[in-house]
């Protein structure tokens, strides 16, 4: 049975695996190897069972927002009218290309989406098209200032 028909049943060396990948997304099958004293093939061979398994979604360059000129960074909480447009919601934000995530939340909205934007004045063109979408009853927008912990890898227990 393959880890992909045990639907991700992670052991010691897999969880290895997965650490390095997540501080080098790049890094080689055979760096890989070396690190866990593994052969080659066999390390190649459980990072294609991570992804066909899904545990590996992809890799991607992660870049400085400031350095392609997004300087707003925001959170938006979305308060719906009700339910029922809820998938629009999701629908609009996969639209949107600002939008960096978005979750749907317990509490006083219905999503929250962090944002990345060029300015204050694209984040207010941004907030007045949002606010159009199905069913949203309006948005509360905070700005964040800084940020001092970002893109910690996945906790593997």
Same mark, same amino acid.
């Given at each position: 049975?393959?880890?992909?028909?045990?639907?991700? &049943?992670?052991?010691?060396?897999?969880?290895?695996?997965?650490?390095?990948?997540?501080?080098?997304?790049?890094?080689?099958?055979?760096?890989?190897?070396?690190?866990?004293?593994?052969?080659?093939?066999?390390?190649?061979?459980?990072?294609?069972?991570?992804?066909?398994?899904?545990?590996?979604?992809?890799?991607?360059?992660?870049?400085?927002?400031?350095?392609?000129? $997004?300087?707003?960074?925001?959170?938006?909480?979305?308060?719906?009218?009700?339910?029922?447009?809820?998938?629009?919601?999701?629908?609009?934000?996969?639209?949107?290309?600002?939008?960096?995530?978005?979750?749907?939340?317990?509490?006083?909205?219905?999503?929250?989406?962090?944002?990345?934007? &060029?300015?204050?004045?694209?984040?207010?063109?941004?907030?007045?098209?949002?606010?159009?979408? @199905?069913?949203?009853?309006?948005?509360?927008?905070?700005?964040?200032?800084?940020?001092?912990?970002?893109?910690? @890898?996945?906790? $593997?227990?």
């Amino acid at each position: 049975m393959t880890l992909a028909q045990k639907n991700s &049943e992670l052991d010691k060396i897999d969880r290895k695996i997965l650490a390095i990948l997540q501080v080098d997304g790049r890094a080689s099958a055979s760096h890989i190897a070396e690190k866990i004293n593994l052969s080659v093939p066999s390390s190649s061979e459980r990072i294609k069972k991570l992804k066909e398994a899904g545990v590996i979604l992809g890799y991607q360059a992660i870049l400085d927002p400031q350095k392609v000129g $997004l300087d707003v960074l925001a959170l938006i909480t979305i308060i719906s009218n009700s339910s029922d447009h809820y998938i629009d919601v999701v629908n609009e934000a996969n639209k949107t290309p600002e939008v960096v995530w978005c979750f749907s939340t317990t509490g006083k909205g219905s999503h929250l989406m962090m944002i990345e934007t &060029e300015n204050s004045q694209s984040l207010e063109k941004l907030l007045r098209n949002i606010q159009q979408w @199905p069913g949203v009853k309006r948005t509360e927008t905070q700005i964040i200032l800084s940020s001092h912990k970002s893109l910690t @890898p996945v906790r $593997l227990p």
